[in-house]
């Protein structure tokens, strides 16, 4: 069972704030709660199978020529730089 | 004029002159003027669709070279970029986004000569099965408007299902495709893992999910494949195809294939109305020569958990970069924090997507990982084991696509839980890789029913042939609009 303050933990770790705490609260935790059952899956000793990509088949690391039309779409800019809020206050 | 014809259907009449390209697209738009008010499918439609009919039938009289769709209305979820168009996955986060290049499916389809009708609803980032959770309302199930039309490709099922397109892309996570298929009677197929390039779908669980098309027949799928399935340098992922054919040979049949009936998907919880279809669509595969036996898939029981498990995680990383200041909206610098104005952005997204990203979060975070996240993938490696096995003696696969029939609008919306179940039946495909297709093959007070077949990862092509045959059994009533 996981509790309202690894939530909240978690939450505030992925920079997400919301006003009815309590209702997004209380549905994840029923959503989590409900991947228990993994529990009973008996599948300790699997191994997780991963695909291996070789090198060769990746995309060519080449320079793509800045797209000064990318920049246009961004709300907080200026020049060839992004605007951010202050780090700290 | 029909707006009714298949893909396939169209192509022919606009070759041989019988109709034009602009004739169709004129009435496909005056479709859309006259019930989209009621059905809400399209977030936006696209406002040069006649002009672009009117240069294809110049292109068709002066003996140019056209391509396949002979300027075909295709209607595209809203999550797949289209150069200079609005892109929002209806979330007000890319309320304004205009996507600066084409998704490779849109690049195949343009030099195909489609025209892209318009921009269909989902559910916000693809989270979701109804509709409901899109930022711009919900669609309507055509075939009775207080009930949902599936999702999250519900605005793709709507348009085909309404005759507002010839054809729709959606992309399907974990059913996203076949479920909104089934909830409004027509097809919807999730291909082999890598078969169609995801480049330019907006990612949400890069890992499972597939862009994959919603049609009115099988063979409109399979046309569809045809121009848009294939190796992609800008998707690593994808698999050389050889340039199969998926059109050819359709009718070959299923006589002396083996078909597995998937215990663990017709279980106690299925509807009564379900139940009997997909005992129905047995009986007649067996009609045409199947051998259909149940087979056992233990892992599929913890399919739904594992699944969510995965996504969520994948989609916590995925969503990261909507902080509003690479991609959001107008919200001012002004006054915050770094770390207070991402909180506060981030409050533009919908409640199924902010719950999802602390699930994603959660799950796979240190003290979480191994109970839940790393369990999740050895239930993902097990039950591909499982399916390996089973195709080993099966060609096909089958279950009914969704185990309920189409709920009411706002019915489970609050109940997190319940709407997971919904996906029992489709997650399995997107977990393994496999490809699976929902075929209409029934209705029950009003309300549609489809079939799902699987086949093994590659087999495209002979799971669409099984798929046709299944769809010459039956004939279903026209929606009611």
Known sequence: MVSEEEIEKVSKLMKIDVDDHKEYVDKVQSMINYFDILDSAGVESEEISMQEISISTLREDKHIPFNEKLIEKLNNYKGTYVRAPKMSS | MNLKISALDYVHEVQNGNISAEDFIGKTLEQIKNVDDKLHAFLSVNQDALNQARQIDKKIKSGDKVGSCFGMPISIKDNMCIKDSKTTCASKMLENFVAPYDATVITKLKQQDAIFIGKVNLDEFAMGLTTEFSAYGASK?????????????????????????????????????????????????????????????????????????????????????????????????????????YLSGIDSGIEGKKIGIIKEMVTEGTDPAVLSATNDAIAKLESLGAICEEISIDMVKYSVAAYYTITATEAGSNLARYDNLRYGYDFPLEGY??????????????????????????VPSAGHAGKYFLKAMKVKSKLTKEINEAFKKYDFLIAPTVPILPFKLGEKINDPVALFLVDINTVTANLTGKPAISVPFSVSNGLPIGIQLFADSNNDKSLLQAAYALEQTVKLPEVPL
Do not use: H
């Open chain 2, 141 to 245: 199930n055509p075939w009775n408007t207080d009930f949902v039309p599936g999702g999250s490709s519900g605005g793709s099922a709507v348009s085909v299902s309404a005759f507002e397109c010839s054809m729709s892309l959606g992309s399907d996570t974990g059913g996203s495709v076949r479920n909104p298929a089934s909830f409004c009677s027509v097809v919807g197929y999730k291909p082999t893992y890598g078969l169609i390039s995801r480049y330019g779908l907006i990612s949400y669980a890069n890992s499972i999910e597939q862009i994959g098309p919603l049609s009115r027949t099988v063979k409109d799928t399979a046309f569809m494949l045809n121009m848009i399935a294939g190796i992609d340098p800008n998707d690593n992922t994808t698999i050389d195809n050889k340039n199969e054919d």
């Open chain 2, 337 to 362: 924090e770094f770390n207070s104005y991402i909180s506060k952005a981030r409050r533009n997204f919908g409640p199924e997507v902010t719950r999802r990203m602390i699930i994603g979060g959660f």
